[in-house]
């Protein structure tokens, strides 16, 4: 549509500034032609809804989202990476104005949490979003595997691979990161259900084609942590050969031996090993 040809040009400058920040980027996959079909595919979407600021009939800014429930079975908007661009010469006040507006239309349907992905290269974006009340949820980093250095090796902690005779200590450790997200200063509640589901993915991930590796750690022939690398999905947020360390955890009576670190060690030199690059 007209609208998505013009909603797709000011993502592509956005992108091209957020290049001049994050070099890596230059290795992602934003053609213009992909963008477009990419905000098609959300707009045809029912579960999405945004908006657009029009300055004499040409679009200078936009914000959409789409509707999802979340483990505690509430309907929250998650805006995607292509979810906000506003043209080169606006400012916060824009984006402001554009969230005001939209927040309604979201408050409306019943979704009153919001998850924004945003860029950090152009300031603009992150700026406006704290200074309308959004806070840090998460973080993604990007590291060059030639630029990794090796950890001291602990050799009383062995390393792994998982198969599907590992999937009981896999759902074993599965409360591992909920454990913390259940407590300050997160409070994140599960319900049983979910908590099922979890362990169930656990198990599955030895068996998941997305999943590149899983790895145990043992220390004193005992389960002490994993880490979970599987395939990173190709878009202009990541470099097109990148894996992705989706978690990792350690059991916390084994903490402080350096489980976290041998993992690592393993991880990046086997996806390095593999022909991936970030």
């Known amino acids: ?22 070099q890596f980027l230059e290795d992602t996959v934003y053609q213009k032609n992909d963008i477009v079909h990419q905000l098609d595919h959300f707009f045809n979407h029912e579960q999405t809804m945004g908006i657009g600021a029009f300055r004499d009939d040409v679009l200078i800014g936009y914000l959409f989202g789409y ?4 483990r505690s079975k509430d309907s929250i908007i998650v805006v995607p990476y292509l979810g906000l661009a506003i043209h080169q010469t606006d400012d916060e006040l824009l984006i402001k104005m ?4 939209v927040s309604k239309l979201w408050l409306k349907n019943g979704c009153a949490t919001h998850h924004i992905t945003t860029p950090l290269g152009n300031k603009t974006y992150m700026n406006a979003l704290l200074h309308l009340s959004f806070a840090y949820d998460q973080a993604y980093a990007i590291l060059d595997v030639n630029d ?13 691979k998982a198969t ?3 999937q009981d200590v896999l759902e074993g450790m599965s409360s591992i990161i909920q454990s ?5 200063p997160v409070y994140g509640p599960y319900h049983q259900e979910v908590l099922e589901l979890f362990k169930q993915g656990y198990r599955n991930l030895v068996t998941d084609e997305d999943i590149i590796d899983v790895w145990i750690a043992s220390y004193d022939e005992k389960p002490a942590g994993f880490q979970v690398m599987e395939l990173s999905e190709k878009g202009p947020m990541t470099p097109s050969d990148t894996a992705e360390l989706s978690v990792q955890g350690t059991i916390e009576s084994f903490r402080g031996l350096g489980i976290g670190k041998s993992l690592m060690n393993q991880g990046i030199t086997d996806i390095k090993t593999k022909g991936y690059r970030y």
Not at 11 to 19: N, V, Y
Not at 98 to 101: H, K, P, R, S, W
Not at 180 to 184: A, G, L, V
Request: hydrophobic residues 25%.
């Open 1 to 22: 549509s007209k609208d998505c040809k013009q909603m797709a040009s000011l993502f592509e400058q956005r992108q091209i500034d957020e290049i001049k920040v994050f």
């Open 67 to 70: 509707q999802k429930s979340n």
């Open 98 to 101: 554009i969230y005001q507006e």
């Open 148 to 160: 990794y250095k090796q950890f001291p090796l602990n050799h009383e902690i062995d390393i792994k």
């Open 164 to 166: 599907v005779n590992d």
């Open 180 to 184: 913390h997200q259940h407590d300050s």
